[in-house]
């Protein structure tokens, strides 16, 4: 399940592609837009900017706007960005491994090599998906 924090940062993504010949846009209006706390958005978008996706500008006329294109966007690093792993189990998880405690033998774990085809058919969706992909469908 996605984190508050991911679908809150999805609806800004959304807010700012649909705005994107606007220049920049107020963290006010997408917190208005979305009934988001204006400091829990702002830490959010912070985030987005320090991953290179936005920029901002400060001053008369500031506020924040897509760096990126949207269809460079891909969904997975927004979630691995915000919510950290993919996977739904440490062990299979790509980037966050850890073994699980309780796992006698990874290698015989029929759950282990159940997530492992879980976690590649959702990576191949959420790396080929985009925020292009979204805009499009709204």
Do not use: W
């Amino acid at each position: 399940m996605l984190s508050k924090k991911t679908k809150y940062a999805f609806h800004a993504l959304t807010f700012l592609g649909k705005r994107r010949e606007q220049k920049t846009v107020l963290i006010q209006d997408i917190s208005e837009e979305y009934g988001i706390s204006h400091k829990f958005l702002e830490n959010i978008l912070l985030e987005l900017k320090k991953a290179g996706i936005l920029g901002s500008k400060k001053g008369k006329g500031g506020g924040y706007y897509l760096i990126k294109d949207p269809k460079d966007v891909a969904l997975s690093k927004v979630i691995r960005l915000l919510d950290g792993p993919i996977a739904l189990l440490p062990c299979v998880s790509l980037n966050y491994y850890e073994p699980c405690v309780e796992c006698k033998d990874e290698v015989k774990c029929g759950l282990n090599k159940v997530m492992i085809q879980v976690r590649d058919e959702m990576l191949n969706v959420l790396e080929n998906k985009t925020l292009a992909d979204i805009l499009d469908k709204e």
